[in-house]
């Protein structure tokens, strides 16, 4: 669904008719993503944003859904390109609602990607206040010791400022100076894993995301797909402030 008028966003859900929501706005009681919105001309994107009057979440009309998939090499997370490439969201259906990924992988990155159109959860758990789990499976070739993944831990400078995970660990040998680790961060910066590898020397020939927030991927097989339960949906929602929705 693309972008509506904020006011009629408004209306639809039952807040307010639109004329009562246009006061709604100009008033400042209405937050999009936790930013006060005043002009009557605002738009929001129902699927991605977080759309709260008076503190509290708007309710939405269309049923809420929660797709966890296990994210192939060689896929998009975005919805259109131009290049024709091949995109997650053509390997899972819609659902009868419109999808979105919640953060993204990189196009030759893999593992554990959550889609939904819970446009609040997604705001929460991609949000950088709420410090929200990510663990990566990392296959680095370089020298690895002790003193390498203690830097990681102790943090290093990157082009957008200092930057550290919250814990490394060595997980196995994978021959011809290749090793795989186990990252933990609590960060969501633009190809993080692999400027922090190669701000300490090593090269990452293969990134799997293996869990996020208290999702796990578990032995869902590459290219695969699930829905989440009730209750991995609740857990969730209670990893931090965000509270449940209307159809959760």
Not at 94 to 118: I, K, M, W, Y
Not at 160 to 174: K, S
Not at 208 to 224: D, H, N, T, Y
Request: net charge positive; aromatic share 4%; with cysteine.
């Amino acid at each position: 669904m693309p972008p509506v008028r904020l006011h009629k966003l408004l209306a639809e859900a039952g807040v307010a008719s639109r004329r009562a929501a246009e006061r709604l706005i100009v008033a400042g009681r209405v937050r999009v993503n936790g930013v006060p919105v005043i002009e009557l001309g605002a738009h929001a994107d129902p699927a991605r944003d977080r759309v709260e009057v008076d503190g509290r979440p708007i309710p939405s009309a269309e049923p809420k859904r929660y797709v966890l998939l296990h994210k192939p090499r060689g896929f998009l997370t975005t919805r259109e390109d131009p290049r024709g490439r091949p995109r997650v969201f053509d390997l899972v259906p819609e659902l009868g609602v419109r999808l979105h990924s919640v953060g993204r992988l990189d196009f030759d990155a893999e593992g554990l990607l959550l889609l939904t159109n819970d446009g609040a959860l997604t705001y929460h758990l991609t949000h950088p206040r709420h410090g929200v789990r990510r663990v990566y499976h990392v296959l680095v070739e370089g020298r690895l010791d002790p003193d390498v993944l203690a830097a990681l831990a102790r943090g290093v400078v990157l082009e957008d400022g200092p930057a550290r995970v919250d814990q490394a660990r060595r997980l196995r040998g994978a021959g011809a100076g290749l090793h795989w680790i186990e990252l933990s961060l609590s960060e969501g910066r633009y190809r993080e894993v692999k400027r922090l590898c190669r701000a300490v020397g090593l090269g990452v020939q293969r990134l799997r995301r293996v869990a996020f927030g208290s999702l796990e991927l578990g032995e869902l097989p590459s290219g695969q797909w699930r829905e989440l339960t009730p209750v991995e949906v609740e857990r969730l929602v209670a990893g931090g402030s965000h509270p449940p929705g209307p159809g959760r």
